[in-house]
């Protein structure tokens, strides 16, 4: 399944996204996760790189649960200290349904970033999507790893001046990112420059049109899949309407 | 003299690729200055890297003036060994010189009185006192490189470790390199170079070599 046309892993991370993003309540939401999941192991996404992402966002999907515990006041209270309400179910469930909602998000990337730069561009051109757009798309996804690479030389740098990171108290370490952000961002615009230059000297753009020896066709089975998905969607979200 | 750098049955291998470092039995001295040399992707950097913490050994151990780093922060390495990378950029990031000389004593709150004064004496000592107000972005690759190690100096540590410092500089450049590292071993410094550049071999040719092949460290 990792082989399937990239439009049809296109098709399939809309479907989750938007399904993550239109679904409020947990039943249908835990559906979804099912369904992401599913497709995350098919269409062969790195469990491994995709676990260690979950882990980098524990903390902060932790953080979420814990606001949406403390600021949703609606709902049967679940815990009590002294009279007052500290978590509800309408807190825990909402909770729970964002967490999900990032993870399948997460999941979806992890599928696209397993997949061939190459073909995903191929796929883009043959949906008529100007190959200038989807080139700089790919190339500002391309980035982020660039983008994480120099933050953490950095931190890396600034601890082998002595800085201890853990000694740190929250406000001098959120001090520190903050002044760290910037350069960082000005050191991709910097590498973007060059890159802009390269490319140009390379003679990107220089014609009208661009052949590519890399073509991708759909087979019967990915208009198969497509059309499960479409109806799996359509399914989905007439369900939805009928019993939010 | 004291040994302020000793590894044993150090073993190492990156994830992803089949590439293994290995390295019995390696002792760098202070005061001295040792030159790590090979060819391209021998594992001289990886070696740099597992000395200075940012990698960790899948075996054996590395010693910094007899404490393991196992047992070490990055900051406490930093404290005891400085590391020049091999792009110096990558350890730049204020926005100006002076910012960047200042910039850990200003986020840990030192006394800025002495801070000012040993990042000035440094900046003067290097050339660059008249830069202070310069963007690091339009600094020379040399300039660049004197700063990231003046940077470096201002946590004063025992031990450097430069990663083929030499690439990209012009011959005055060069000369202003040899003569400042003549300068920290006169101190005291202990210094490890990692070049394959021969001007460099020969300019220090009674320095002990450490031989990196293919991933086999060897004296």
Redesign the interface.
């Known amino acids: 399944m990792s082989r399937v046309d990239p439009r049809v892993k296109l098709f399939w991370v809309m479907l989750c996204t938007s399904g993550a993003l239109i679904f409020v309540r947990l039943p249908w939401m835990a559906g979804l996760l099912l369904f992401c999941r599913l497709g995350t192991f098919s269409f062969g996404a790195d469990r491994k790189a995709l676990r260690g992402r979950l882990a980098r966002f524990l903390p902060l999907f932790l953080l979420i649960l814990l606001v949406h515990i403390v600021f949703v006041r609606t709902g049967t209270p679940l815990l009590f200290i002294r009279k007052y309400p500290i978590v509800t179910f309408d807190g825990l469930m909402r909770g729970a349904t964002t967490l999900m909602r990032f993870f399948i998000i997460l999941c979806s990337a992890a599928v696209m970033a397993g997949e061939n730069t190459r073909r995903v561009l191929a796929a883009f051109s043959k949906m008529k999507v100007p190959y200038l757009f989807s080139f700089m798309l790919m190339i500002a996804l391309r980035f982020l790893p660039t983008f994480s690479t120099s933050f953490s030389d950095a931190l890396i740098a600034l601890q082998l001046r002595g800085v201890e990171l853990k000694r740190l108290s929250l406000v001098k370490k959120l001090r520190l990112y903050r002044d760290l952000l910037l350069p960082v961002v000005a050191d991709a615009v910097v590498k973007s420059r060059v890159l802009a230059v390269v490319m140009e000297a390379r003679g990107f753009g220089a014609m009208p049109r661009r052949t590519s020896y890399l073509e991708v066709r759909m087979t019967l089975r990915d208009w198969v899949l497509t059309g499960v998905l479409f109806v799996l969607g359509i399914v989905a979200l007439g369900g939805y309407y009928f019993f939010p | 003299m004291t040994v302020a750098i000793s590894v044993t049955d150090l073993v190492f291998g990156y994830q992803k690729g089949n590439f293994t470092l290995s390295c019995p039995h390696l002792r760098l001295e202070q005061g001295k200055l040792s030159l790590i040399t090979g060819a391209n992707g021998s594992g001289k950097t990886t070696l740099a890297k597992l000395i ?1 913490g ?1 990698l960790r050994p899948s075996g054996g151990s590395v010693q910094i003036f007899g404490q393991a780093t196992s047992e070490l ?7 005891q ?3 020049l ?1 091999q792009d110096p ?3 730049l ?3 100006t010189v002076w910012k960047e000389m200042t ?2 004593d200003h ?2 709150e030192s006394e800025q009185g002495t801070s000012t004064k040993k990042a000035q004496d440094l900046l003067d000592r290097f050339g660059l006192g008249e830069l202070k107000s310069r963007s690091i ?1 339009f600094l020379s690759g040399g300039e660049k490189q004197r700063l990231a190690l003046c ?2 100096l ?2 004063e ?1 025992r031990f450097l470790i430069l990663d083929e410092p030499t690439v990209g500089l012009d011959k005055q450049n060069r000369v202003i390199l040899y003569d400042i590292l003549d300068d920290l071993l006169r101190e005291g410094r202990g210094i490890a170079v990692i070049t394959h550049e021969n001007e460099l071999i020969e300019r220090f040719a009674g320095a002990p070599q450490i031989k990196v092949e293919r991933g086999q460290v060897s004296l």
């Open positions: 200075c940012i922060s990055l900051g406490e390495i930093g404290r060994v400085g590391y990378f950029s990558r350890q990031f204020a926005g910039f850990v986020l840990l972005y940077t470096i201002m946590g540590p």
